[in-house]
């Protein structure tokens, strides 16, 4: 059987989950100890000690991209991917902004927001920096959206498994698509779907615990990866005291150095 090294809120994670649920395709999962480098085998699929990491058999493939370029190959129906090359560049466009930019901004509010790493007017000016760079971003995914009921087109596919974390994440954390908009419409239509309801139901179960976050982060206990796009989201919205904090601390780490 199939095994995921996941975290249940990880949306990269949530995007593999969906393709996997969507294709009926069994697969377990395990939540790896990344603060203790993971297990050997965790290590050895993805070295860069990230979710999703993916185990075939002998085959081990990291990045949400590529284990879903893997399973839409292995498992082509379903098809997640529309079938004319001109739509399917549109859905991995859309998918490319979600991983790079939508989710740099859900993944600093959890920061601000649970994690703690900003307070009083700092906090308050970096939620509204997020708050209004997702009214933009929805006010583009609602021109990709257009008519269609699906970002794929008329059915379910990779442009929407790659929306939804994203819109859902933010709607969450309190900034939901327009109200009477063709997105707010979409997600709704997402949501109910078996595959969804799956996602969010482990995702809702995750988040026990919570409230010890922040004293973790304090105490040097929890560290996360500040790399790419999510680094540049903290230092151009206005958080560069915030990294600068963390690797005081050493409660935050950048990627790993490859051997
Ligand atoms: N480009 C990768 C990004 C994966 C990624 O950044 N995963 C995060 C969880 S959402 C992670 O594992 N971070 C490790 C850490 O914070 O230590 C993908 O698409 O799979």
């Known amino acids: 059987m199939l095994k995921l090294f996941e975290h249940p809120l990880s949306p990269y994670v949530q995007k593999v989950k969906l393709a996997l649920l969507e294709k009926g395709i069994p697969f377990e999962t395990e939540i790896p100890d990344i603060l203790a480098g993971g297990s050997a085998e965790f290590a050895a699929t993805n070295p860069r000690l990230e979710i999703p990491a993916l185990i075939d058999g002998d085959v081990k493939v990291f990045d949400s991209t590529i284990i879903l370029e893997y399973l839409e190959d292995k498992w082509p129906t379903p098809a997640m991917l529309p079938s004319s090359p001109a739509e399917r560049a ?3 466009m859309i998918e490319e902004l979600c991983d790079t930019y939508y989710e740099a901004v859900n993944w600093a509010m959890y920061e601000i927001r649970v994690f703690k ?3 009083g007017d700092l906090a308050e000016m970096l939620l509204a920096r997020a708050g209004e760079q997702i009214a ?4 583009r995914l609602e021109r990709e959206l257009a ?3 699906y970002f794929n087109g008329t059915a379910f596919g990779w442009g929407d498994l790659s929306v939804f974390p994203a819109v859902n994440a933010a709607a969450f954390n309190g900034f939901p698509p327009a109200a009477g908009s063709a997105l707010e419409g979409w997600l709704e ?3 109910v779907r078996p595959s969804a309801q799956k996602v969010l139901a482990s995702a809702a179960e995750s988040m026990t615990g919570f409230d010890m976050l922040p004293q973790l982060i304090a105490s040097g206990h929890f560290v996360r990866e500040y790399r790419d796009h999510r680094l540049e989201w ?3 919205s206005g958080g560069a005291q915030i990294v600068l904090d963390g690797m005081a601390k050493q409660n935050i780490r950048f ?3 490859l051997s």
């Open 147 to 149: 008519a269609r009921q």
């Open 189 to 191: 239509r997402v949501r």
């Open 234 to 236: 903290m230092m151009r």
């Open 136 to 139: 933009g971003i929805n006010t």
């Open 90 to 92: 549109c859905v991995r």
């Open 117 to 119: 790493r900003a307070t």
């Open 255 to 257: 990627s790993v150095e």
